[in-house]
């Protein structure tokens, strides 16, 4: 069974920086698409950015020109590199990747557990 697990979340002041990792374990054969989305109190999850195994990317609009996502494929690690952080981008963050576990599976989507994000003065 592979596992994601987050980290670098935090608290920062708007303007400021921060960058997620989310590295993935275990049972691993092959990793498609990884991406972030997030959850604000009250609201749905939503997407943030995804990059394929071959490294295009798709961002939301809220975030484009201030948040890059990245991927280490020889460490089975996503980043999330957040820039110009706004009040608005409070939220947690969780990574989702798509996994296939062994030769003989398909491809599954695994979620981590979330770390959170708080942008305030």
Do not use: H
């Amino acid at each position: 069974q592979a596992q994601l697990v987050e980290s670098g979340g935090g608290l920062v002041q708007p303007g400021g920086s921060l960058r997620l990792s989310c590295a993935a374990s275990g049972s691993i054969f092959s990793i498609g698409a990884m991406g972030w989305y997030r959850q604000a109190p009250g609201k749905q999850r939503e997407l943030v950015a995804t990059t394929t195994s071959g490294g295009s990317t798709n961002y939301a609009d809220s975030v484009k020109g201030r948040f890059t996502i990245s991927r280490d494929n020889t460490k089975n690690t996503v980043y999330l590199q957040m820039n110009s952080l706004e009040p608005e981008d409070t939220a947690v963050y969780y990574c989702n990747a798509n996994i296939m576990s062994t030769r003989y599976t398909r491809y599954r989507a695994f979620w981590g557990q979330g770390t959170q994000v708080t942008v305030s003065s």
